[in-house]
């Protein structure tokens, strides 16, 4: 019998209400392993993402004989083994999906000195690695990718790496925390400039730690051959996967939603800034800080959304929100344009692409750019869309059924399972006519 990956089947309309708590927050999650891993003595985790990418990188650092108990209901207890204690493993790492896992592994592999084979999913194995690779070979290390530059890496064992000053040319967080990883072995210091501010929950995490990094407005230094000594965390709800529920009230008349202990960094909020420049009705109230991170409560009622150019300061901000943005720009009267978003292109899929391909299902004009999208702005018909296995595209397009005039089928969606555990279930339970289907 051949299966079919699951669908969601959206039934159009409702109202999106109530008071929820989303799953943990993902990038927290990983930089919690893995630096407790690499810590002395005992980390505690609350709030953990029992999702699949950040569970792929908790299995890693077990296969490097770090003993860690859970997660069970978020509670995961590791069990540092200190910064020079990692053992290589005994056969390659499979990290599935997870571009965070695989980009931050190679960087911390190639700063311990360990001999590792890095591998993904189809879409993590054609995703660009040389955006790593290239600074950590400028410090020394020896990764081997694939003849195109990608996965598998495979990661080999050499001397100690030299700190290096590195210009990204890209604003990626990935990238930079990478780098603060190689160095917290390297000889000397390790910089790093970033063209535009990204999520800043590495330097963050490393403070809390215990471990000095320099932060100047658009650079982090810190030197090797520091220790890093534990340190509780308690991750808060993943603002990305507040985002869709943000929309969905914005878009849906008569929507009245409170996501609650939901992180608020300044460097994650670009959805709420473009939301709010769209006229949506949100307040939030930071609560208190956990950790080094604030957190507060979300409140998203309806009100009319106009059509917007997306200022380019904004992009790293919300970079993982677009999926769900273009769903409110397609129930928005007007136009939105994004520019100076290119990045958006080597995600999890294509996401400038799948997503005017969705929206043209539904009947929303859509022109791609190189760096971006127009949408104008309409009333979404219904129909079948192809997620392409991307986790936000997927519960993008289930959202949009709150907009729709029909019922909209998403196909693919098996991944929404790597970030957002119960999305279905808290989706229902908000308003969402959703189903699973097979
Ligand atoms: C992440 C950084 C972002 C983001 C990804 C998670 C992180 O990627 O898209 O989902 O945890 O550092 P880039 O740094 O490549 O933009």
């Given at each position: 019998?051949?299966?079919?990956?699951?669908?969601?089947?959206?039934?159009?309309?409702?109202?999106?209400?109530?008071?929820?708590?989303?799953?943990?927050?993902?990038?927290?999650?990983?930089?919690?392993?893995?630096?407790?891993?690499?810590?002395?003595?005992?980390?505690?985790?609350?709030?953990?993402?029992?999702?699949?990418?950040?569970?792929?990188?908790?299995?890693?650092?077990?296969?490097?004989?770090?003993?860690?108990?859970?997660?069970?209901?978020?509670?995961?207890?590791?069990?540092?083994?200190?910064?020079?204690?990692l053992k290589a493993p005994d056969g390659p790492l499979y990290v599935g999906n997870s571009g965070t896992s695989m980009r931050?592994?190679?960087?911390?592999?190639?700063?311990?000195?360990?001999?590792?084979?890095?591998?993904?999913?189809?879409?993590?194995?054609?995703?660009?690695?040389?955006?790593?690779?290239?600074?950590?070979?400028?410090?020394?290390?020896?990764?081997?990718?694939?003849?195109?530059?990608?996965?598998?890496?495979?990661?080999?064992?050499?001397?100690?790496?030299?700190?290096?000053?590195?210009?990204?040319?890209?604003?990626?967080?990935?990238?930079?925390?990478?780098?603060?990883?190689?160095?917290?072995?390297?000889?000397?210091?390790?910089?790093?400039?970033?063209?535009?501010?990204?999520?800043?929950?590495?330097?963050?995490?490393?403070?809390?730690?215990?471990?000095?990094?320099?932060?100047?407005?658009?650079?982090?230094?810190?030197?090797?051959?520091?220790?890093?000594?534990?340190?509780?965390?308690?991750?808060?709800?993943?603002?990305?996967?507040?985002?869709?529920?943000?929309?969905?009230?914005?878009?849906?008349?008569?929507?009245?939603?409170?996501?609650?202990?939901?992180?608020?960094?300044?460097?994650?909020?670009?959805?709420?800034?473009?939301?709010?420049?769209?006229?949506?009705?949100?307040?939030?109230?930071?609560?208190?800080?956990?950790?080094?991170?604030?957190?507060?409560?979300?409140?998203?009622?309806?009100?009319?959304?106009?059509?917007?150019?997306?200022?380019?300061?904004?992009?790293?901000?919300?970079?993982?929100?677009?999926?769900?943005?273009?769903?409110?720009?397609?129930?928005?009267?007007?136009?939105?344009?994004?520019?100076?978003?290119?990045?958006?292109?080597?995600?999890?899929?294509?996401?400038?692409?799948?997503?005017?391909?969705?929206?043209?299902?539904?009947?929303?004009?859509?022109?791609?750019?190189?760096?971006?999208?127009?949408?104008?702005?309409?009333?979404?018909?219904?129909?079948?869309?192809?997620?392409?296995?991307?986790?936000?595209?997927?519960?993008?397009?289930?959202?949009?059924?709150?907009?729709?005039?029909?019922?909209?089928?998403?196909?693919?969606?098996?991944?929404?399972?790597?970030?957002?555990?119960?999305?279905?279930?808290?989706?229902?339970?908000?308003?969402?006519?959703?189903?699973?289907?097979?």
């Amino acid at each position: 019998m051949i299966h079919s990956p699951p669908a969601f089947h959206v039934e159009p309309g409702g109202v999106l209400r109530g008071n929820l708590r989303v799953p943990g927050d993902k990038s927290i999650s990983h930089r919690a392993i893995m630096l407790g891993a690499l810590a002395d003595g005992v980390t505690h985790i609350s709030g953990f993402l029992e999702g699949e990418d950040s569970l792929a990188t908790l299995a890693a650092f077990r296969r490097m004989g770090v003993d860690i108990q859970g997660p069970e209901a978020g509670r995961v207890v590791v069990n540092g083994v200190g910064v020079d204690g990692l053992k290589a493993p005994d056969g390659p790492l499979y990290v599935g999906n997870s571009g965070t896992s695989m980009r931050l592994l190679a960087g911390l592999l190639a700063g311990a000195g360990l001999e590792a084979t890095l591998t993904g999913d189809a879409s993590l194995s054609v995703r660009p690695m040389k955006r790593v690779l290239t600074p950590l070979f400028a410090m020394g290390a020896r990764i081997e990718p694939s003849p195109e530059g990608t996965a598998p890496l495979h990661i080999r064992p050499g001397g100690a790496l030299t700190g290096i000053h590195y210009d990204m040319p890209v604003a990626s967080a990935q990238v930079k925390s990478a780098l603060l990883l190689a160095g917290l072995w390297a000889r000397g210091e390790t910089c790093v400039t970033e063209p535009a501010p990204t999520r800043d929950h590495t330097e963050r995490m490393l403070a809390g730690f215990g471990y000095e990094v320099r932060q100047e407005p658009s650079r982090r230094c810190l030197r090797g051959g520091g220790r890093l000594r534990a340190c509780p965390v308690e991750v808060p709800g993943d603002i990305s996967s507040a985002a869709f529920f943000m929309v969905g009230a914005a878009i849906a008349p008569g929507s009245d939603v409170t996501i609650r202990h939901v992180g608020l960094n300044p460097t994650r909020l670009g959805v709420i800034n473009i939301l709010r420049a769209m006229g949506a009705d949100i307040e939030t109230t930071e609560t208190r800080l956990v950790g080094g991170e604030p957190v507060g409560e979300v409140r998203v009622r309806y009100r009319p959304l106009q059509g917007i150019a997306i200022p380019v300061d904004q992009v790293p901000l919300a970079i993982d929100e677009f999926p769900a943005l273009f769903i409110a720009a397609a129930c928005a009267r007007g136009i939105t344009r994004l520019s100076g978003a290119a990045e958006l292109r080597v995600k999890e899929s294509d996401r400038i692409q799948v997503m005017a391909d969705g929206l043209a299902v539904l009947g929303i004009a859509a022109e791609t750019t190189p760096d971006g999208l127009i949408i104008e702005g309409g009333e979404p018909g219904g129909g079948t869309v192809d997620s392409h296995g991307d986790h936000r595209i997927a519960m993008a397009f289930a959202m949009a059924a709150l907009g729709a005039r029909e019922a909209i089928t998403v196909r693919d969606v098996a991944n929404v399972a790597t970030s957002f555990p119960g999305f279905v279930g808290l989706a229902a339970g908000a308003g969402l006519a959703i189903a699973e289907a097979s």
